[in-house]
């Protein structure tokens, strides 16, 4: 396997202006030097509370949003400098699904015309038609859903044709952001299998962004925990999930209730205290130093970087720095 995607230390920081000379007051610090490569084939979660930046991310790797600083590589081209024409074919190899296709659907077409009109802008070589049949069905709807317009059809109906449109052009990688949380359980698990037997069938490579931990566990490979911009930890859905080593994950995978409520009495809690801080103002060092339960007076003044802990596994903790080192302990 080899990286399709990397995300290389990568800030966005939106400036904040005020007054008739629009002067820049502050700025939001939206995403703070990202690193995260994809490999080809895989699904990648990406999780967080609301506001932590992984729409903006999402949208830098879709060149909506101009990084501040740090490169985008797409199987091996920097594409984060590329501008209009230029971005061309890998505005081809790179698709989006959204949370709500009500509002991404255009509510005047029927499916089949959304779905001849993606082909037909960009050229697309072959039976118009016989496609737009295709991507239908391969998304699980018949071909009569061609002629329905948006409201005619179920939230999950509209997400198969949000899925259809992103699957058009042949993509590698897709860029799922929050892509069924909009949807009722049953019908989430639809499209989550849906999703997962096309990424078999035609090799691609998921950037999957969700807030619910057990959708991403359930569907990702690996998953980065993303904090105020940052990278908190990273590792394969198991290391995460089974031995969470940052503070923030393990409070994160609190918050999911158990399934199993004999086990849940049995867990350590870790309880979040406090809000999430602005990312107008975040705090020095590390920014969960705030709402830590650990913190030292380190965690107040420098910024940790990710330890790696073995196989896939890093996190960003100063805690972990004396206990990484430590033989014995199962992780
Ligand atoms: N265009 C923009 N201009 C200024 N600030 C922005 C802009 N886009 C996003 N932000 C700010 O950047 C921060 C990150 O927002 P973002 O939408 O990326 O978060 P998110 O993790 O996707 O949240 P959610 O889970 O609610 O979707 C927020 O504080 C948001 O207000
Ligand atoms: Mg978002």
Redesign the pocket.
Known sequence: MSALLRIEDVS?H???RKGVLQRQVAE????DSVTLSLEKGEAFGLV????????????TVLRL?DPTSGAIWFDGQNISGLRGKALAPYRRRVAAIF?DPFSSLNPRMTSGQTLREVLKVNGYPGDIPARVAELLTICGLAPRFAELYPHEMSGGQRQRVGIARALALDPELIVC??AVSALDVSIQAQIINLLEELRVKFGLTYLF?G?DLSVVRHLCDRIAV?YL?RIMETGTSAELFDTPRHPYTRALIDAVPAPDPVGEEAREHVALKGEIP???DPPSGCVFHTRCPIAMDRCRAEVPGLTRLGGHHAAACFALETTAGTPAKKE
């Not at 939001?28 to 995403?31: L, M």
């Not at 967080?48 to 949208?59: D, Q, W, Y």
């Open positions: 966005v939106f400036p904040v939001v610090r939206a995403v967080g509370e609301s506001g932590c930046g992984k729409t903006t991310l999402a949208r949003v949370q952001d929050e962004i807030h993303m911009g602005s990312p107008l």
